[in-house]
Antibody, heavy 119, light 110 residues
Framework: QVQLEESGGGVVQPGRSLRLSCTAS????????MHWVRQAPGKGLERVAL????????FYADAVKGRFTVSRDNSKNTLSLQMNSLRAEDTAVYYC????????????WGQGTLVTVSS | QTVVTQEPSFSVSPGGTVTLTCGLS?????????PSWYQQTPGQSPRTLIY???TRSSGVPDRFSGSILGNKAALTITGAQADDESNYYC??????????FGGGTKLTVL
C-alpha cells in the first residue's frame, strides 16, 4: 500500500540546519510531484516547497525561500528538505504529500515529523 | 497578497447539514482554481475529501460534497455525524507551482 514516511525531525537551535527525508513506497514515485507542507503548533497548514516529478522544477514559499532546499532521488524513492538558518517560527510538524503529475490536489499525506527550533 | 479565506469555526447538530466556504480576499473562486478539501483531526495527518471542486476522493462518504456557491468554493456535509468533528482545509491552485491553503474551519458537531 501507499506509504510516505517522514524522518529527520528533532530539536535544533536557531540558526542551525536540519535535513528532513520522506521515504515513499507502494507507488511509482517518479510519477508524482511532491510537496512539503507544515503545521505550526495549534495552527493551520502552510505550504513550504514543491518539487516536480523529475526534480526539474522547484517552488518555495516566501517564508523559506533562500533558506530551504527541496530535492528528490527517484532511484531511492526519497524526497528531502534541507533546512538552513532555522528560526523559531519554523517550528512545526512537516508533512510530505504527493500529487499525481497533471493533477491539482494532494492525494496522500505522510504522518509528519516534528521540528522544534529552540535554544 | 491574496489570502484564502475560511470561516474559523462552525457548529452543526448531529444529522444536520452544514456548508463551509472557501473564498479569496481578492476575487472569486472558480473551478479554474481546482479547489480541494482536506479533513484533519488533532494529531492526525490530513485526509483528502474533495478535489477538482466536486470529486470525492476514494472512500469518502457521499454525505460530503463540493461545489461552487457564488464566488466561493463550498464543502457541504449532509447528515453530519459525530466523527465529522474535525478541522477542514481548502486548497486552491493559484498558478505555476503555487497551492495556497485556507486557514481552516474547526467544525463542532453538537
Amino acid at each position: 500500500q501507499v506509504q510516505l514516511e517522514e524522518s529527520g525531525g528533532g530539536v535544533v537551535q536557531p540558526g542551525r540546519s536540519l535535513r528532513l527525508s520522506c521515504t515513499a513506497s507502494g507507488f511509482t514515485f517518479s510519477s508524482y510531484a511532491m510537496h512539503w507542507v507544515r503545521q505550526a503548533p495549534g495552527k493551520g497548514l502552510e505550504r513550504v516547497a514543491l518539487i516536480s516529478y523529475d526534480g526539474s522544477n522547484k517552488f518555495y514559499a516566501d517564508a523559506v525561500k533562500g533558506r530551504f532546499t527541496v530535492s528528490r532521488d527517484n532511484s531511492k524513492n526519497t524526497l528531502s528538505l534541507q533546512m538552513n538558518s532555522l528560526r523559531a517560527e519554523d517550528t512545526a510538524v512537516y508533512y510530505c504529500a504527493r500529487r499525481l503529475r497533471g493533477d491539482y490536489h494532494f492525494d496522500y499525506w505522510g504522518q509528519g515529523t516534528l521540528v522544534t527550533v529552540s535554544s | 497578497q491574496t489570502v484564502v479565506t475560511q470561516e474559523p469555526s462552525f457548529s452543526v447538530s448531529p444529522g444536520g447539514t452544514v456548508t463551509l466556504t472557501c473564498g479569496l480576499s481578492s476575487g472569486s473562486v472558480s473551478s479554474s482554481y481546482y479547489p480541494s478539501w482536506y479533513q484533519q483531526t488533532p494529531g492526525q495527518s490530513p485526509r483528502t475529501l474533495i478535489y477538482n471542486t466536486n470529486t470525492r476522493s476514494s472512500g469518502v462518504p457521499d454525505r460530503f460534497s463540493g461545489s461552487i456557491l457564488g464566488n466561493k468554493a463550498a464543502l457541504t456535509i449532509t447528515g453530519a455525524q459525530a466523527d465529522d468533528e474535525s478541522n477542514y482545509y481548502c486548497v486552491l491552485y493559484m498558478g505555476t507551482g503555487i497551492w495556497m491553503f485556507g486557514g481552516g474551519t474547526k467544525l463542532t458537531v453538537l
